[in-house]
């Protein structure tokens, strides 16, 4: 079956490490995206890549890096930068292209990183 | 300044009666895309529904319905006979220049729909 796959689950870091989210789609979707979500705060996108070797900072990039080398990845570093990280990531993705625009996305089930 | 807008954090609702989530929107992009998505406790988001700016009709999914109300850029989820499942949260997204799939969708802040037996 096609579909987003975000490990680990729950992740747990401590201060001043980095720490690497994993994002793996199957469903041959140009776009991948990375959003973060606080209680109260809805989800605010941090980066998001619309062909693979490129990609563009969100609304809260700061603190975070990410990569887009392979069309079916793209993980999300959360740097020792990044003073607040706990957080629920999530992943999606979307076809992209003209004419797709009334295509939501796909999700990932997210990752619950939490510092200790 | 806010895109999306939810002004309801939090709404209570009597099992099988029906239920309105309000969403307002801005943009001066006149080709956009809205959606909403439900998120459970389990955290996974799922999508309900969607308008297009140029769709002449409400869409319809199902218990799910959207009052577009174009020129007040309101985009409310009706859910009716609701259910005890029903009770997550949801959220109101936008796309703007929804011609292209790639652009991102920006999301409200959410409500949390609390159905009571």
């Known amino acids: 079956d096609g579909g987003i796959t975000q490990s680990p689950k729950y992740l747990f870091r401590k201060e001043g490490q980095n720490v690497t989210l994993s994002c793996e789609q199957n469903?041959?979707?140009?776009?991948m995206y990375w959003y973060r979500q606080d209680p109260g705060q809805g989800l605010r996108l941090i980066y998001y890549?619309?062909?693979?070797?490129?990609?563009q900072k969100g609304d809260i990039a700061e603190g975070y890096s990410v990569s887009r080398e392979k069309k079916e990845s793209f993980p999300l570093t959360v740097t020792s930068a990044q003073k607040n990280p706990t957080a629920f990531y999530l992943c999606?993705?979307?076809?992209?292209?003209?004419?797709?625009?009334?295509?939501?996305?796909?999700f990932g089930s997210g990752t619950r990183l939490t510092v200790v | 300044a806010q895109k999306i807008t939810q002004t309801q954090p939090g709404m209570f609702v009597q099992e099988k009666e029906a239920v309105t989530l309000d969403c307002t929107y801005d943009?001066?992009?006149?080709?956009?895309?809205l959606f909403w998505y439900k998120q459970p406790s389990s955290g996974e988001m799922i999508f309900l529904i969607y308008?297009?700016?140029?769709?002449?009709q409400n869409a319809t999914e199902g218990r799910y319905s959207l009052n577009f109300q174009k020129a007040r850029k309101s985009a409310n989820l009706v859910i009716s006979a609701s259910q005890l499942g029903d009770s997550a949260m949801y959220f109101c997204a936008m796309r703007e220049g929804w011609i292209s799939g790639n652009t991102p969708l920006v999301f409200g802040k959410g409500t949390r729909l609390s159905v009571i037996a």
């Open positions: 469903l041959n979707h140009d776009a």
């Open positions: 999606a993705s979307s076809i992209g292209g003209a004419g797709t625009g009334n295509y939501g996305y796909t």
């Open positions: 943009t001066s992009d006149p080709s956009y895309g």
């Open positions: 890549s619309q062909i693979v070797n490129d990609f």
């Open positions: 308008q297009g700016s140029y769709d002449q």
